[in-house]
C-alpha cells in the first residue's frame, strides 16, 4: 500500500529492534497500595503494624511519581520484632521437615493466585522479579527443607537470621538469602531496600496464608542502612546476611565490628564482569548476547567486552550494524548524564573510538547506547564504569591474556565466554577468578547454582546446597563469638606495640634462638628483635623466637603466592600423598615435636604423646577428603549442563589458639593446605614452642617450599598486618574480642573471608564430622560453570 509504514519481516531482521512493548496498567498492586492508604508500616508477628509516631519516607516510582510511603523502625520497633523472631523460631523449627516444606509448598499455589499483585508491585517499585523465578526459588527449597535431616545430618539452624539488602538490590536476590534461611528452620528479620520494601510486605503476608507461624517471617524498614546494625545488635541476633552493593556492604560490616554476631556479604551489584569472544565463536550470537546484556536501563553488573583480536574488526561491524537502529536508553537519574558525558570524553582522550547509536536522545535523562573500542585495562571506564548505556571494549591476542584481561577487575562476580571449543571453553573458566561462568550464555540464575563472589564480590555462598550452610551450625559446636557491644577501640594503635627489650644477664648459659620459616628457609625476623619462650609467667626463659611484623608477613605471602596457583593446579590425589608424607614425617619426629610441647605447655611426656597422635591422625584424615569432595554436576531445569567444583582461597592467615597448639595446628593447616591454600602460620604467642619444632617435621616433607610459612611474634600486630595485606584472602583468628572487632572492621578493603573464635576452651580433640566439615567449607570458594545445549 503507498504511504504504508509497516514493516516487512526483512526490515524487522535488519535492524533487529524490539517491538512495542504491551501497555500495562498496574491496577492490581494500585488497589492493594489503596487498601494499606498507601502507607505501610512493618511486618511483626504475623499482622501489619504502623505506629502512629513513626517517621515515613515515600517512595517513587520511574516517573517521579509517589508509590507509596514506607514508616521507618525505632528501637522499640526492633525489640519487638526480635521477641517475635525468637518465639517464631521456637514455633518453626519445632516443626518436621515435612512440615516446613508443606509451607513452603503452599506458597507456590498462593503466589500463583496473587501473581498480577506481585508482579505489579515489584514493577512500580522498581524491584525486578519474575514470578516464575521466586515459584522455582520456592519449590527448589521446598524440596531441601524435606530432605535437611536426611542429607545434611549433624548441622542444627542458627536461630534469628537477619537479612538485609541496599536500596538498588532486586527482589529475587532478597528472596535467594530468604529463603534458604527458612528451609532451614530458622526464623528471618528482613531489612530490605528502599525499592524492596513495598513487594517484601506483600510476600511476607502472603506467607501467613501458608501457614508459616507467627515471627517466623518478620520486616522492618528504615530511612537508611543504618537500621541493619541496629537490628544487628539485638543479642537474639545469630547471622547477618547481605546482598547488595559494596559500598552498603562494608558500612554494614563497619558497623557491626565487635557486636559478636557474624556477617557475610553477597556485594554482587556494580562488579565489573568480562564477556570474552574468541575467534572460534559464533559472532552474530554472541554480538546479539552483549548488546542485551550491556545495554539494559537497570543492569546489577558493569560488563566489559575483550575480543580476540583476529576477530576484532567483524565484532565491530556488527555491532555498528546492530547499534544503528537502537534506542537511546533512560537513565536512573538526571544527574547521570554529565557523568556519562564525562566518562566518554576521557575515553576519547585516552584513544577509545565509539560505535554509537544514531538515535538522538529526546533528553538529558536518556543516553545512546555506546560501545568504547580501543578502552585500556586501566581507564576509568573499565576500573570504576560510571553509570549508563557504556560498554568498554578491549582486545586480546592470546588465550592467557584473555585470562589475564579477565582476571583484572578486583570484582569476582561472573563471566560469559563465547567459543565453539568446549575445550577451551572449560580451560577459561577454571583459570577466571570468578564465581559463575556462563558458556554461549550470560545471567543464567537459578537456586542450584551455587554462586561464589571471589575477590571482592563477596563472603559467602548462595544458592544450591552450599548456600544452605551460612544458615546452620554443627549440633556439637556453640557459637565462636560472644554477644557484646563494640569496645572502644583505636583502630590505628592497634597492634603497633613494641617488643619488649631483652637484657644480656649470663651470656654463658644464654637460652637457644629460634627461627622461624619463610619461603622454606629458617630465618630470623626482618626486624632483628626477639621474645622470651616461658612455660608461664615468671618462669625461666627456654629460648627466644623472632618478633615478626609487617615485613615478615610480606616476604612470606611473597612466597606463598609463588607456589599457591601450582599447588593448586595439582591432583587432588598428588595433594593427599603431600599430607599423608607430611603425616609420616611427624610420626618421625615425634619425640622431638612432644619433647617440646611438654616443655612449653607443663602436661605430661603421656599427654603430649597423645596430641602428637591425634595430630598424625587429623592430617591423615585431611589427606584423604583431598580426592573426596570435588562438586559435580547440577540438575538445572533447562537443556544444557551445569557444574559446580571448590576452589581454593589463595592465601590464608591462621593465627592459632593457645590450647593444644600442636593439634590446633595439624587441623586448621590441613584443611587449608588440603583444599589448594597457601598458609601463613602464626603460632600461639604463650606457647610458640610445639609450632616451631613443627618446622623441622615441615622441611623433611614434601610440600613445596613457600607453601606454609611460620611467622612469630605479637598475635595483634600480626593480625592487623594480615587484616592491612591486600593478597590475603582469608584469615582465621582465635585471640581477643578486640582482635575480632579490629578484623571485622578493617577486613573490607578488599573483603576478607573470616574465621573468628574468642573461645579459650574449645576442645580440639573433637573429631564430629560436621565440625571439620565446616572447616573444609571455609576453606574453600565455589565456582558454577554453565553449558548450554541446543
Known amino acids: 500500500m503507498a504511504g504504508s509504514t509497516t514493516k516487512t519481516v526483512f526490515d524487522i531482521f535488519q535492524s533487529m529492534e524490539s517491538g512495542p512493548a504491551a501497555a500495562s496498567s498496574p491496577t492490581t498492586a494500585q ?67 515435612e512440615r516446613r516444606a508443606k509451607v513452603l509448598l503452599k506458597l507456590v499455589s498462593l503466589l500463583g493466585q496473587h501473581t498480577q499483585c506481585v508482579s505489579e508491585l515489584c514493577e512500580l517499585c522498581d524491584a525486578s522479579a519474575s514470578p516464575s523465578a521466586l515459584v522455582r526459588l520456592l519449590q527448589y527449597y521446598s524440596g531441601w527443607a524435606q530432605l535437611r535431616d536426611t542429607l545434611i545430618t549433624g548441622w542444627t539452624p542458627l536461630g534469628v ?136 536501563k537497570r543492569k546489577e553488573v558493569n560488563w566489559v567486552l575483550c575480543v580476540q583480536e583476529s576477530v576484532y574488526d567483524s565484532v565491530v561491524a556488527r555491532l555498528r550494524l546492530r547499534m544503528s537502529g537502537l534506542k537511546c536508553v533512560a537513565l536512573l537519574r538526571e544527574s547521570d548524564s554529565s557523568l556519562v558525558e564525562a566518562a566518554v570524553q576521557e575515553a576519547q582522550q585516552q584513544g577509545a573510538t565509539l560505535v554509537q547509536s544514531s538515535a538522538a536522545p529526546p533528553s538529558r535523562t536518556h543516553y545512546p547506547p555506546t560501545v568504547l573500542c580501543g578502552a585500556a585495562p586501566s581507564s576509568p571506564c573499565v576500573v570504576s564504569p560510571s553509570p549508563g548505556p557504556l560498554l568498554p571494549l578491549m582486545t586480546f591476542r592470546s588465550n592467557s591474556e584473555a585470562v589475564t584481561l579477565g582476571n583484572h577487575s578486583p570484582h569476582g562476580q561472573a563471566a560469559s565466554i563465547w567459543t565453539e571449543d568446549l575445550t577451551l571453553a572449560l580451560e577459561t573458566a577454571k583459570s577466571l577468578s570468578v564465581g559463575s561462568v556462563w558458556v554461549n550464555s550470560h545471567s543464567v540464575f537459578d537456586p542450584c547454582l551455587p554462586v561464589s563472589g571471589h575477590k571482592d564480590s563477596g563472603t559467602c555462598t548462595d544458592g544450591g546446597q552450599e548456600g544452605l550452610y551460612q544458615y546452620l551450625r554443627p549440633s556439637s559446636s556453640t557459637p565462636s563469638l560472644p554477644r557484646s557491644s563494640p569496645a572502644s577501640l583505636d583502630y590505628s594503635a592497634f597492634g603497633t606495640e613494641t617488643p619488649a627489650p631483652i637484657i644480656p644477664v649470663d651470656l654463658d648459659s644464654a637460652p637457644q634462638s629460634l627461627l622461624q620459616l619463610v619461603g622454606g628457609k629458617t630465618c630470623k625476623s626482618v626486624s632483628g628483635c626477639s621474645m622470651a619462650v616461658r612455660p608461664q609467667e615468671g618462669t625461666a626463659t627456654l629460648g627466644y623466637c623472632p618478633y615478626g611484623g609487617r615485613k615478615d608477613v610480606r616476604n612470606a605471602v611473597e612466597a606463598a603466592i609463588k607456589v599457591q596457583p601450582g599447588w593448586m593446579k595439582k591432583t587432588p590425589s598428588v595433594r593427599a600423598q603431600s599430607l599423608y608424607s607430611l603425616a609420616k614425617a611427624l610420626e618421625a619426629k615425634m619425640r622431638v615435636v612432644a619433647g617440646s ?67 590446633s595446628m595439624a587441623t586448621l593447616l590441613g584443611a587449608a593446605i588440603a583444599t589448594g591454600n597457601a598458609v601463613i602460620l602464626v603460632p600461639s604467642e604463650k606457647y610458640p614452642l610445639p609450632v616451631l619444632s613443627f618446622i623441622q617435621v615441615l622441611q623433611a616433607s614434601d610440600l613445596p617450599a613457600g607453601l606454609v610459612n611460620v611467622i612469630t611474634g605479637s598475635r595483634d600486630q600480626l593480625a592487623a598486618a594480615f587484616a592491612n595485606h591486600s593478597v590475603i584472602k582469608a584469615v582465621w583468628y582465635w585471640g581477643s574480642a578486640e582482635g575480632c572487632q579490629y578484623l571485622q572492621k578493617t577486613c573490607t578493603r578488599p573483603l576478607k573471608t573470616l574465621k573468628l573464635s574468642c573461645q579459650t576452651e574449645e576442645d580440639w580433640t573433637q573429631s564430629d564430622p560436621a565440625l571439620l566439615e565446616e572447616l573444609w567449607r571455609n576453606a574453600v570458594q565455589w565456582k558454577s560453570v554453565w553449558i548450554p545445549t541446543a
Not at 497500595?33 to 516510582?61: M, T, Y
Not at 598424625?616 to 540438575?635: E, F, I, M, T
Request: charged share 15%; with cysteine; hydrophobic share 45%.
Open 31 to 97: 488497589a492493594w497500595l489503596e487498601h494499606h492508604s498507601r502507607s505501610l508500616g512493618f511486618f511483626i508477628d504475623e499482622k501489619f503494624v504502623l505506629p502512629a509516631d513513626r517517621r515515613s519516607r515515600s517512595l517513587n516510582d520511574g516517573k517521579g511519581g509517589v508509590v507509596c510511603s514506607v514508616a521507618c523502625a525505632e528501637e522499640a520497633d526492633i525489640s519487638q520484632c526480635a521477641a517475635s523472631s525468637v518465639s517464631g523460631f521456637k514455633a518453626w523449627s519445632g516443626l518436621s521437615c
Open 597 to 663: 610441647n611438654c616443655i612449653q605447655t607443663s602436661i605430661s611426656v603421656e599427654e603430649a604423646n597423645a596430641e602428637v597422635d591425634l595430630s598424625v591422625a587429623r592430617l591423615n584424615l585431611w589427606a584423604a577428603y583431598c580426592d573426596k569432595v570435588q562438586g559435580g554436576s547440577l540438575p538445572m531445569p533447562k537443556s544444557g549442563s551445569a557444574l559446580s567444583f571448590p576452589e581454593a582461597l589463595g592465601v590464608v592467615g591462621v593465627i592459632l589458639p593457645d590450647k593444644h597448639p600442636l593439634l
Open 161 to 296: 537470621v537477619e537479612v538485609v539488602t541496599s536500596d538498588d538490590c532486586s527482589l529475587y536476590s532478597l528472596m535467594l538469602k530468604v529463603l534458604p534461611a527458612l528451609a532451614m528452620g530458622n526464623s528471618v528479620i528482613v531489612v530490605p531496600g528502599w525499592s524492596c520494601g513495598p513487594p517484601a510486605l506483600l510476600l511476607a503476608h502472603l506467607f501467613t496464608g501458608a501457614g508459616l507461624p507467627a515471627g517466623a517471617l518478620n520486616v522492618l524498614t528504615g530511612c537508611d542502612m543504618t537500621l541493619g546494625a541496629k537490628v544487628a545488635q539485638n543479642p537474639n541476633v545469630s547471622y547477618v546476611t547481605y546482598s547488595g552493593n559494596k559500598q552498603d556492604g562494608v558500612t554494614l560490616c563497619e558497623s557491626t565490628a565487635g557486636m559478636g554476631v557474624p556477617v557475610s556479604v553477597s556485594p554482587y551489584i556494580g562488579a565489573t564482569c568480562p564477556f570474552i569472544i574468541f575467534e572460534s565463536a559464533d559472532i552474530d550470537s554472541a554480538v546479539e548476547e552483549v548488546i542485551e546484556a550491556a545495554f539494559k
